[in-house]
């Protein structure tokens, strides 16, 4: 039992660490254009019952005593990204699209195509001297064709419009690829750089129920208050757990005593 204890307290002190740095991720992207906040939660850590050779110590590390059944510790596991509620600011930038609703940008990654809510764009030149419109890392953004969007030579200006039709002065050009996901907190993937990729399962389709603004930028969702008052409640469970561990420490040093 006492062996049970001290797993159960250092799996405490984990997921607490796990949590606050979670916490500390989302206070650090409080104003990162395009951030969604990381959210969490815990499970029990259930130990199950193993049987014949499956608990021999040579194939298996653990030997589960016949019939058991028990919870052991804790694990802090993550929900993914919350995407809702991001706050829409006005930059008067014209290279600055802002999605109103749950729609995200289409980029080309290195391996694949990304998904972003971050859209302060620039124009990144390619090798053959042209410029095409790309992400702030230089990852291409996409058209509802699934090309990269080349500015053409004499272009003055670019506008794009609600639908993501972008013009260069009189002239239409391609149509921004503006992707909606299927329950993108499940299906989305951090790639990094406020990037990210579609998992297994996931479903992307041209989006429906939202627009693009430009001129404006999303902005990070998360709460500061609750941000902090997180924070104070993960500190506690820290403290608590390093303290259940101390006393099972003391607990098998007498119970070693009485033994002796």
Not at 124 to 146: C, E, H, I, K, W
Not at 180 to 196: F, K
């Amino acid at each position: 039992m006492a062996m049970q204890s001290l797993w159960t307290g250092l799996s405490g002190l984990q997921a607490s660490s796990g949590w606050l740095d979670r916490v500390g991720d989302n206070l650090a992207n409080l104003n990162t254009v395009g951030f969604a906040q990381d959210q969490g939660t815990f499970a029990d850590a259930l130990t199950m019952q193993l049987d014949g050779s499956a608990t021999d110590p040579t194939n298996a590390r653990r030997t589960t005593p016949a019939g058991w059944r028990g919870g052991t510790g804790v694990q802090s596991v993550s929900e993914g990204r919350d995407f809702d509620g991001m706050n829409l600011q006005q930059t008067g930038n014209n290279m600055d699209f802002a999605i109103q609703g749950p729609g995200f940008f289409k980029v080309q990654g290195p391996n694949g195509p990304l998904y972003t809510k971050a859209g302060n764009f620039i124009w990144s030149r390619r090798a053959d001297g042209t410029f095409q419109l790309a992400t702030q890392n230089g990852y291409p953004v996409l058209s509802t064709t699934g090309q990269p969007i080349i500015k053409p030579a004499n272009a003055q200006t670019m506008s794009v419009g609600p639908n993501g039709q972008v013009s260069f002065g009189n002239v239409k050009g391609p149509q921004l690829a503006i992707m909606e996901i299927g329950q993108p907190s499940s299906h989305l993937a951090a790639q990094g750089n406020n990037l990210y990729a579609l998992t297994a399962g996931g479903t992307a389709r041209p989006a429906q129920q939202s627009s693009v603004q430009q001129g404006y930028l999303s902005y990070s969702n998360v709460d500061e208050s609750q941000a902090f008052a997180d924070m104070m409640e993960a500190q506690q469970s820290f403290q608590l757990n390093s303290e259940s561990i101390s006393i099972t420490n003391q607990m098998m040093g007498i119970a070693d005593t009485i033994r002796s």
